[in-house]
């Protein structure tokens, strides 16, 4: 079965300043799909940014940006130029493609880590 | 367009009641998933449906069904509810089922057993 494991349950970040939140998982297959996903007060997971397992290149949108280290199975989040507005719980998540029997139709969460701005 | 609505936001039910939760997906997606969010943790999946089938399920008892209307909104049922039912229950739609499709949730229900 796979795991997501975050290792940091709470972070904190000046304003306009860069903080990378940190995500491990472990998993026996090749192709499948990372998430984050940001939890704001008001409940809802809002998808931050996804990366496909068999691109190389990190993905990036706008202020957030992802160093995927496939073979160290590492996935970290770097938010830049932070904002009061970023102040929320993170989390990390994994989903099999199903090429390779495993399933694809759930996702698997980490635990989260709540980050705080600071004006 | 309309998100994914979910109702009620908040529940409060005693021990051994039955419960009811309900999803709206947004127009045209097809899937619908359920998972259950206890305070301090990350998201349990539940169940997945797919065009009115069950796709997939977690490792909850038989206490929790769901099911996938029609119109592919969908409605968790819980039975002989528990203190450690008390959960945050998150609904998620998605176009289809496979992986490279992604979830988008609603607010979810808040539900607290006394």
């Known amino acids: 079965a796979q795991t997501v494991t975050q290792s940091q349950p709470e972070m904190s970040v000046q304003e306009a300043e860069t903080v990378t939140l940190s995500c491990t998982y472990d998993?026996?297959?090749?192709?499948?799909?990372l998430f984050w996903y940001k939890q704001p007060p008001s409940r809802q997971m809002i998808l931050v940014i996804r990366?496909?397992?068999?691109?190389?290149q990190n993905a990036t949108e706008n202020r957030f940006s992802v160093n995927f280290q496939k073979a160290a199975k590492s996935f970290s989040l770097k938010i830049s130029d932070s904002q009061l507005g970023d102040a929320a719980m993170y989390f990390c998540?994994?989903?099999?493609?199903?090429?390779?029997?495993?399933?694809?139709?759930?996702?698997?969460f980490g635990k989260g880590t709540l980050l705080t701005v600071n004006p | 367009d309309a998100g994914v609505t979910q109702s009620p936001t908040h529940l409060i039910k005693t021990r051994g009641q039955h419960v009811t939760l309900r999803c709206s997906p947004i127009?045209?997606?097809?899937?619908v998933s359920w998972y259950q969010q206890v305070l301090g943790q990350g998201p349990q999946f539940i169940f997945q449906?797919?065009?009115?089938?069950?796709?997939g399920r977690g490792n909850f008892p038989d206490r929790f069904s769901a099911r996938q209307f029609p119109n592919y909104s969908s409605e968790l049922n819980v039975n002989a509810l528990l203190l450690g039912d008390s959960a945050l229950y998150l609904c998620?739609?998605?176009?289809?089922?496979?992986?490279?499709?992604?979830?988008?949730f609603g607010n979810g229900t808040r539900l607290t057993v006394t």
């Open positions: 998620a739609s998605s176009l289809t089922f496979r992986g490279n499709s992604p979830l988008h």
């Open positions: 990366q496909e397992a068999y691109k190389q």
């Open positions: 127009s045209g997606h097809k899937s």
């Open positions: 449906y797919y065009e009115k089938e069950e796709r």
């Open positions: 998540a994994y989903r099999s493609a199903g090429n390779s029997g495993g399933s694809n139709y759930k996702l698997t």
């Open positions: 998993t026996s297959e090749s192709d499948y799909y």
